[in-house]
């Protein structure tokens, strides 16, 4: 086999660039349990013995500490003066309590990490591994990961790209959040919307317990409600909005759960599809956004997808025709793209 030195040495690039990444993963979480990147955006322009005063850390653990963010991009270093700081862009995306908490996200890999032999070997059996036993960690990831888009754009822009949907909320709907997590997506449609009365519902019992401590935590006590339940199952009928953020393709049974979510409508209701972007054919999603939702969806979604007949693992890079089979499939008639982001598609579906 001939090797072109040039291919081979770009692939090593890639490789480098990736084990790189994997601690700066490592690094990240830390900087966020830490609250290394407030320390620095309290005391910038800092020396690592300022920051590590603030964060009430060792001193050489900070310098190295920095001197990695630096090398990967996340804080910036002064030669000059030997001193490390964020630029409004970092401190936005890293350190701010009311911006993007991009750490957070690292905290879902490394989750993943600690169960990698049982995950293994439900690859190499075909098997399946369930969300709920994954590592706490995961679950606190997933939603720090999607609520900074739930906060931008649901209210903004995507609730209003729905037909006739935000005017009901306003005026008063019966609303069920499916697969609600931390309820994230929940507490924002029940404070942007108190007339409506909103409902989250999640299979994993530990995931109910803290949306319910969130919720008491922002001060909106009874403002919402959370309850254990399937997709499938989940109780109440006329509803004028059901919503399902970022979880149908990891369900064995998504048609099954459009089907009972379509059943569960006022027959002029309104299904909210939020799922990670994707499109329809394989090369055009081998793109970043595409590679971080592909290896996440093999050891997460379709690990758990696995674990129930019919076992569809839709895989979170479904797309928006296959999306869009299931829910025609679940007896839907009127479906289309209300909205996108770069992270997420957006469809409308009515009965």
Same mark, same amino acid.
């Given at each position: 086999?001939?090797?072109?030195?040039?291919?081979?040495?770009?692939?090593?690039?890639?490789?480098?660039?990736?084990?790189?990444?994997?601690?700066?993963?490592?690094?990240?979480?830390?900087?966020?349990?830490?609250?290394?990147?407030?320390?620095?955006?309290?005391?910038?322009?800092?020396?690592?013995?300022?920051?590590?005063?603030?964060?009430?850390?060792?001193?050489?653990?900070?310098?190295?500490?920095?001197?990695?963010?630096?090398?990967?991009?996340?804080?910036?270093?002064?030669?000059?003066?030997?001193?490390?700081?964020?630029?409004?862009?970092?401190?936005?995306?890293?350190?701010?309590?009311?911006?993007?908490?991009?750490?957070?996200?690292?905290?879902?890999?490394?989750?993943?990490?600690?169960?990698?032999?049982?995950?293994?070997?439900?690859?190499?059996?075909?098997?399946?591994?369930?969300?709920?036993?994954?590592?706490?960690?995961?679950?606190?990831?997933?939603?720090?990961?999607?609520?900074?888009?739930?906060?931008?754009?649901?209210?903004?822009?995507?609730?209003?790209?729905?037909?006739?949907?935000?005017?009901?909320l306003r005026a008063g709907a019966k609303v069920?959040?499916?697969?609600? #997590?931390?309820? !994230?997506?929940?507490?924002? =449609? %029940? /404070?942007?919307?108190?007339?409506?009365?909103? &409902?989250?519902?999640?299979?994993?019992?530990?995931?109910?317990?803290?949306?319910?401590?969130?919720?008491?935590?922002?001060?909106?006590?009874?403002?919402?409600?959370?309850?254990?339940?399937?997709?499938?199952?989940?109780?109440?009928?006329?509803?004028?909005?059901?919503?399902?953020?970022?979880?149908?393709?990891?369900?064995?049974?998504?048609?099954?759960?459009?089907?009972?979510?379509?059943?569960?409508?006022?027959?002029?209701?309104?299904?909210?599809?939020?799922?990670?972007?994707?499109?329809?054919?394989?090369?055009?999603?081998?793109?970043?956004?595409?590679?971080?939702?592909?290896?996440a969806s093999a050891v997460i979604c379709v690990?758990?997808?696995?674990?129930?007949?019919?076992?569809?693992?839709? #895989?979170?890079? !479904?797309?928006?025709?296959? =999306? %869009? /089979?299931?829910?025609?499939?679940?007896?839907? &008639?009127?479906?289309?793209?209300?909205?996108?982001?770069?992270?997420?598609?957006?469809?409308?579906?009515?009965?």
């Amino acid at each position: 086999m001939a090797v072109d030195e040039d291919k081979l040495n770009e692939l090593l690039g890639t490789f480098v660039t990736d084990v790189g990444g994997s601690y700066q993963a490592l690094s990240a979480v830390i900087g966020d349990r830490l609250g290394l990147y407030r320390s620095l955006l309290a005391v910038m322009p800092g020396t690592p013995a300022e920051v590590a005063a603030e964060a009430g850390v060792g001193e050489r653990y900070m310098r190295e500490w920095l001197q990695g963010q630096a090398a990967g991009g996340y804080v910036t270093y002064d030669p000059a003066t030997g001193r490390f700081s964020l630029t409004e862009e970092q401190a936005f995306a890293l350190a701010s309590p009311d911006g993007m908490q991009i750490a957070a996200a690292f905290l879902i890999p490394v989750a993943v990490a600690k169960n990698i032999e049982r995950i293994t070997e439900a690859m190499r059996t075909n098997g399946g591994f369930a969300w709920h036993d994954h590592d706490p960690a995961l679950f606190e990831g997933t939603e720090r990961f999607f609520r900074p888009g739930y906060v931008a754009n649901l209210v903004s822009s995507w609730i209003p790209a729905l037909d006739g949907v935000d005017e009901k909320l306003r005026a008063g709907a019966k609303v069920a959040d499916v697969g609600c #997590g931390h309820g !994230a997506s929940t507490l924002l =449609l %029940a /404070e942007s919307y108190p007339r409506s009365e909103i &409902t989250g519902f999640d299979y994993h019992p530990p995931s109910i317990e803290q949306a319910r401590r969130h919720m008491a935590d922002a001060g909106q006590g009874g403002r919402a409600t959370f309850d254990v339940a399937t997709a499938a199952d989940f109780p109440g009928t006329d509803y004028d909005l059901v919503a399902v953020f970022d979880a149908l393709h990891d369900m064995p049974d998504p048609l099954g759960a459009a089907t009972h979510i379509r059943e569960s409508l006022k027959p002029d209701g309104t299904f909210l599809l939020v799922e990670p972007f994707a499109n329809d054919r394989v090369e055009d999603n081998l793109n970043p956004v595409g590679r971080l939702y592909y290896g996440a969806s093999a050891v997460i979604c379709v690990a758990h997808s696995m674990t129930e007949e019919p076992r569809t693992a839709l #895989g979170a890079q !479904a797309g928006e025709a296959r =999306l %869009a /089979e299931i829910l025609r499939d679940a007896g839907f &008639t009127r479906i289309r793209r209300a909205a996108e982001t770069p992270f997420n598609l957006i469809l409308e579906a009515r009965p």
